[in-house]
């Protein structure tokens, strides 16, 4: 039986992957932690605890009470906000990573380590339009350097200690559950928000930009089959490419238009701008499908509808 923490469970994909960990792990299983306030809901449903990352004692103290068998890190810094507090973010994003090895090294029950690296590891010098596996990574963001930093750690203690650790490079993640905060890619998630609230939004990217995307529940679901995956399948000991749909807000607003005619979009590009023209257009993901059978199923269509539906909802039932 399984015992997992979730680290993180107030943000944007971890207050989804408690839900999804519990209905496959049964409630009482998974810990949902966080440094904010835990959201009503999951608190209800199973344990919780206001827990700092960057606490290793008291980390350490809850992981072997609760004996932890697999840990998911998801709290960081997202880019647009390192960016403001670069050696603050450095240090949130390192530090705690290496707490989570370090505790996964000695640790016997702790057999698993999830922790999200991102498609910010790539940098001006990559190839932009499906960019494979295995490239360049240059990034020019202090966030992409902490998540390549990461990666190149990652792949070390897998190696030097066997610490069983699994990591996918998300890309943007859509989701109305939770709000993210300050990433560059989060645009498309404000994006629904005011056009159900307001009907229009001014856009910090310019209408060309392409940069990949997901829906929230095809990237738990990718995060729950890596984690399940034989441990001989996993290939990459740094992170996985994964890359879903790709569009630009001029595309997402013409679908958004198909819903609401009147919407309307204005452009005013900020320092998020050279972020987002840095990092990939499109990504190369077969390595994934070929060792844990990665798959998706929300095109842009699909992702809108499901995006304006979630929106109206919870819109309606405040
Ligand atoms: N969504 C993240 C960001 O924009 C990328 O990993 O910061």
Redesign the pocket.
């Known amino acids: 039986m399984e015992r997992i923490l979730i680290i993180g469970a107030a943000g944007q994909i971890g207050s989804e992957l408690v839900t999804a960990m519990r209905a496959i792990h049964g409630n009482e299983n998974v810990y949902a932690t966080d440094i904010k306030d835990i959201p009503k809901d999951i608190k209800k449903a199973g344990p919780s605890a206001i827990l700092d990352v960057m606490d290793d004692k008291r980390l350490i103290h809850y992981v072997i009470r609760h004996k932890i068998t697999q840990i998911y890190h998801l709290a960081?810094v997202?880019?647009?906000?390192?960016e403001k507090l670069p050696l603050q973010a450095w240090h949130i994003n390192m530090q705690s990573l290496m707490n989570i090895l370090d505790l996964a090294k000695v640790v016997e029950d702790v057999k698993k380590v999830f922790w999200?690296?991102?498609?910010?590891v790539f940098g001006p010098t990559t190839p932009r339009v499906n960019t494979p596996q295995l490239t360049i990574t240059e990034p020019s963001?202090v966030?992409g350097i902490s998540?390549l930093a990461g990666e190149r750690w990652c792949e070390y203690f897998y190696n030097r200690y066997d610490v069983d650790v699994r990591s996918v490079?998300?890309?943007?993640?859509i989701s109305y559950k939770t709000e993210?905060g300050?990433?560059?890619?989060?645009y498309a998630v404000e994006i629904f928000y005011e056009a159900i609230k307001k009907g229009n939004y001014e856009c910090f990217l310019k209408e060309d930009t392409a940069?990949p995307m997901m829906f929230m529940e095809d990237a738990v679901n990718a995060t729950i089959k890596l984690m399940e995956a034989p441990k001989e399948n996993i290939k990459i000991r740094s992170s996985y490419n994964v890359g879903g749909i790709s569009f630009a807000p001029k595309r997402i607003t013409a679908e958004i238009k198909k819903h609401l005619p009147d919407f309307k979009i204005t452009y005013n590009p900020d320092f998020?701008q050279p972020?987002?023209e840095s990092?990939p257009q499109s990504i190369d993901d077969s390595q994934a499908q070929k060792d844990w059978g990665l798959e998706t199923k929300y095109n842009i269509t699909k992702l809108t509808d499901t995006m304006l539906e979630g929106v109206r909802t919870k819109f309606s039932s405040k």
């Open positions: 960081a997202l880019s647009g906000n390192a999200p690296s991102s498609i910010a963001t966030y998540k490079r998300y890309p943007g993640l993210a300050g990433g560059t890619t989060d940069l998020r972020i987002a990092w």
